[in-house]
């Protein structure tokens, strides 16, 4: 997001497509979005410009196309002297510009992209359905001699194991894929969600006039 989008709220980035097939941005409030939307959207400051949309649509990797746009802005800003920040306060926006690029990459490039080994995990398959073929037969031969009711609570028992080992094959299936838009994958929209609200609250709050040493006397107080 450029500085220059630091003007108006949060809105929503859609896209709608038109009668000649091509897509056009869309803004849509969030009051007006529907659930569906609500639930995907990325929330960005200000208004997504046509210009944007456009280099978003054909970029390959959205994450490192803005970060590009951000640093040739800082650069820029820099280089003609509208950024009066000391050099090493600004080498710190560039070196963690750099960490959050890392972090982005290595969760892309090991978690995101680089599957699972498939003959791995067939052999597990395979041997979670053995377990569960088996397992009974064992047991009903360890406890040949043993009434019903002294083979009930270890039928049970059995049926609980096997149920556990079905639920955590199926939880490391989940953890397998963490992003999307899924019940169970991680919610990085909403994450995003919150550091625009903290940006918003970073720039448009203003600092309080009203305040002296008068303040220190009296009686404590609560403020709800």
Not at 78 to 102: D, F, H, W
Not at 122 to 137: D, E, H, K, N, T
Request: with cysteine; glycine share 4%; net charge negative.
């Amino acid at each position: 997001v450029t500085s220059s989008s630091l003007a108006t709220g949060s809105t929503i980035a859609t896209s709608s497509q038109s009668k000649d097939g091509e897509i056009s941005p869309r803004n849509t409030k969030a009051s007006e979005a529907s659930v569906e939307q609500k639930r995907k959207a990325i929330f960005v400051i200000g208004e997504v410009t046509p210009e944007e949309f456009k280099l978003l649509s054909v970029s390959k990797d959205n994450v490192l196309t803005v970060s590009k746009w951000i640093l040739r802005e800082i650069s820029s800003h820099a280089v003609t002297g509208k950024l009066l920040v000391a050099p090493p306060i600004l080498s710190r926006v560039y070196q963690e510009l750099s960490n959050g690029m890392l972090a982005f990459s290595m969760a892309k490039i090991k978690i995101s992209t680089v599957p699972f080994p498939f003959p791995f995990a067939q052999v597990l398959s395979y041997a979670l359905y053995a377990f569960y073929v088996l397992c009974p037969f064992i047991m009903l031969e360890v406890m040949e001699q043993a009434t019903l009711d002294q083979i009930t609570i270890p039928l049970l028992l059995t049926f609980a194991t096997c149920a556990g080992y079905g639920a955590v094959n199926e939880i490391a299936i989940e953890l397998e894929a963490p992003f999307g838009f899924d019940a169970n994958d991680y919610p990085v929209n909403c994450q995003q969600t919150m550091i625009v609200q903290a940006m918003e609250d970073t720039y448009y709050a203003s600092i309080p006039k009203d305040f002296s040493f008068e303040h220190f006397q009296g009686e404590p107080s609560l403020y709800a």
